[in-house]
């Protein structure tokens, strides 16, 4: 991923595992996302900054919204995975996206966005106040910045009430907190925006449901990392049985997958400033 002070261990890696799961996440997301960056302001013609882009979600769908007189430039330093997201695009025959490799805090351009957009990005920042106040100046006067970020307080208080789950988030947890994530960040969205020197922003929460993969997933992306910190993972018993039994916990108790839910905040520049 492209970030300006990126945590030194990005917990999740950029295995072909992980790629798939980041397309599978991005399924859950993208109603979601949509609609933040629709009501945002973000539409036909516009010209837009995707940070960190992965494998190709986000842009994606700023393709559809900007349309074939638009243009969405994303940037990702990992090589695997803008070379995922350059054979996405091709394959859905675009001609408005362009990638490229690149540390955002070394991307140089003379140009001006109408946005400049993230989706699961900040909480891996150690500062992403300093971050965002240095994307706003990409962005022309009367322009939107929006990001998408995680709120996990829902996903750990839902966890507690299924043994299985909350022992699995539990090594979530610290696996992150150990790899430098932050994540306490999607509830502090509207903080780091005012921190940044931004306009207040507009704040909305969206509950997440389905995705019933997502921690079984998650959790094996993050194994090698849960093996260089030594963590107890015997609560959780066989890697191989997890999604099984995960899955199995929840129907017993009849309820909703527990899963983080989705901050999104957008602020819009001054159109004078």
Not at 25 to 40: G, K, M, N, P, V
Not at 90 to 101: C, D, K, M, R, T
Not at 140 to 168: H, K, T
Not at 259 to 268: D, E, G, H, I, K
Request: proline share 6%.
């Amino acid at each position: 991923m492209t970030m300006e002070n990126v945590a030194p261990q990005y917990a999740l890696g950029s295995t072909d595992a992980e790629h798939e799961r980041l397309i599978k996440q991005a399924q859950s997301l993208t109603i979601h996302t949509e609609r933040c960056f629709r009501d945002a302001g973000i539409g036909l013609g516009q010209r837009v900054l995707d940070v960190g882009s992965g494998v190709g979600d986000v842009a994606l769908i700023l393709a559809r919204l900007v349309g074939p007189t638009g243009a969405v430039l994303g940037v990702e330093q990992d090589a695997r995975s803008i070379a995922r997201a350059r054979n996405r695009v091709a394959e859905a025959g675009l001609h408005n996206v362009s990638l490229i490799q690149s540390d955002v805090s070394q991307f140089v351009t003379d140009k001006l966005f109408d946005a400049v957009v993230g989706r699961y990005i900040l909480f891996f920042v150690p500062h992403p106040a300093s971050l965002l106040r240095s994307l706003f100046e990409l962005v022309r006067p009367g322009g939107v910045l929006a990001f998408q970020e995680p709120d996990w307080r829902s996903f750990i208080e839902r966890a507690q009430s299924f043994p299985l789950w909350a022992a699995g988030a539990s090594v979530m947890v610290e696996t992150f907190r150990r790899s430098g994530t932050n994540i306490n960040l999607g509830p502090e969205l509207s903080h780091v925006f005012q921190q940044a020197g931004l306009p207040k922003p507009i704040i909305r929460t969206d509950v997440l449901v389905g995705a019933e993969e997502w921690m079984p997933d998650v959790l094996q992306s993050l194994y090698p990392r849960i093996k260089q910190f030594n963590l107890n993972v015997k609560p959780l018993g066989d890697f191989v049985t997890l999604s099984e039994r995960l899955h199995a916990e929840v129907a017993a108790a009849n309820a909703e997958t527990p899963l983080p839910s989705l901050v999104s905040a957008w602020c819009r520049k001054p159109a004078t400033v």
